[in-house]
DNA sequence: GGGAATT
DNA sequence: AATTCCCAACGCGGC
DNA sequence: GCCGCG
């Protein structure tokens, strides 16, 4: 989803809705005051804050704020010293949106940053606390997409992400039945594998790295991965990039591990009616949840910004960070090898 | 959402 | 003073 | 070459 997109037919922009204003005769609808907040012993200024990000279900901005309080704990790990691309959505979600990678101008001067010299030098914000994620919040951010590696080694990503993309009307179900299927196959390589909600039909799965690989050889690793999947289930699987060229089958998306690619966080919420969020789960909960859904439902939404909020976060991936895996390369995968041109491009070996 | 550029 | 602009990016494959 | 794609 492009961050431009919009609702179809919802060009109504965000519109201050009155905080009840028991307005007895009392002065007319004062524009809503700007909110001060405190975290940590830092101050926060947040204008419009009973503006609607979402509108169905209705979540303002002041609620959205409560929502990345309370998953901060949950969230934080997972956005800690990497550089962060946001989308924002000053206007709501059903207006325009856009990518952010420099840092917002007007930043508080407590906020970190790092400077990473790609084609143009780039300053992203680092997320490192509850202050600087309540003030992305207050920016109208909605969507927070960390380097897939620290900023001590920014081209060793310390994960891989295989993005399993159901194409309708295939749905969660069967995004969640492949990565049943799948587990078996990475546990085989010695991949421990982490799954969660992407928050829109399907399903990200996380590869805990030692991080000794450049972008290029874990994309091209989960690539060879795809393929065997693809060889495997030729009826189920695709790594088209064409749309029309994908048919009813779970889209293997490896190009997200490429150079400065991101991947959607754990607990980021995602633009779409419904304030879905991208949530982790345990393998225990895929199996029950592929039972449980029913077939073909490609709308299926299960966990909430508001949903978060009332009942809590649940918990995060055990074991995730103890859990950094050697990649099972073959010889000569990713190296230059002299004159040693290998054939099948480094296919992982497969228990078959 | 807000700073900068443009009218 | 008010409005508009700007906020990522890049390679790959199909045509 | 341009477009769609993520």
Redesign the pocket.
């Known amino acids: 989803m492009?961050?431009t997109e919009r609702e179809a037919g919802a060009a109504t922009p965000a519109r201050e809705r009155g905080t009840g204003t028991a307005g007895a005769g009392s002065a007319p609808a004062a524009p809503a005051a700007p909110l001060r907040l405190a975290a940590e012993g830092r101050e926060l200024?947040v204008?419009?804050p009973d503006?609607l990000?979402w509108r169905d279900p209705p979540v303002t901005?002041r609620a959205y704020l409560a929502y990345l309080a309370r998953v901060a704990p949950l969230m934080l790990p997972w956005l800690r010293g990497r550089p962060l691309?946001v989308t924002?959505y000053?206007?709501g979600v059903e207006a325009p949106g856009?990518?952010?990678?420099?840092t917002?101008?007007?930043r508080p001067a407590w906020v970190r940053t790092v400077t990473l010299t790609?084609?143009?030098p780039?300053r992203y914000v680092v997320c490192d606390d509850l202050p600087t994620l309540l003030w992305l919040g207050?920016?109208?951010v909605v969507e927070f997409h960390p380097w897939n590696a620290p900023v001590e080694h920014p081209h060793r990503p310390d994960w891989a992400v295989i993005?399993l993309?159901p194409q309708p009307p295939l749905g969660l179900r069967e995004a969640l039945e492949l990565a049943l299927d799948l587990r078996p196959l990475l546990a085989g390589l010695g991949l421990p594998a982490f799954p969660k909600l992407s928050g829109g039909r399907g399903l990200h799965l996380f590869l805990p790295l030692e991080p000794r690989y450049d972008e290029r050889e874990v994309q091209r690793f989960v690539r060879s991965l795809g393929e065997l999947a693809l060889r495997r289930w030729p009826g189920r699987v695709t790594l088209?990039?064409?749309?029309?060229?994908r048919g009813a089958r779970i889209?293997v998306?490896f190009?997200?591990n490429?150079?400065?690619r991101t991947m959607v966080a754990v607990f980021s919420p995602r633009p779409r009616p419904g304030a879905p969020v991208s949530f982790p789960l345990a393998w225990e909960e895929v199996g029950r949840l592929a039972a449980e859904i029913p077939t073909d439902s490609h709308r299926y939404t299960l966990l909430t910004v508001p949903s978060l909020l009332e009942a809590g976060a649940g918990r995060a991936w055990t074991g995730f960070w103890q859990a950094r895996s050697p990649l099972p390369l073959p010889p000569g995968h990713g190296r230059q090898e002299p004159g040693g041109a290998q054939r099948g491009g480094g296919s992982p070996s497969c228990p078959t």
């Open positions: 492009g961050p200024r204008t419009h503006r990000l901005k691309v924002r000053p206007g856009f990518y952010q990678k420099e917002p101008a007007g790609g084609r143009r780039v207050s920016q109208a993005d993309d088209e990039r064409a749309v029309a060229r889209y998306d190009l997200q490429g150079p400065g």
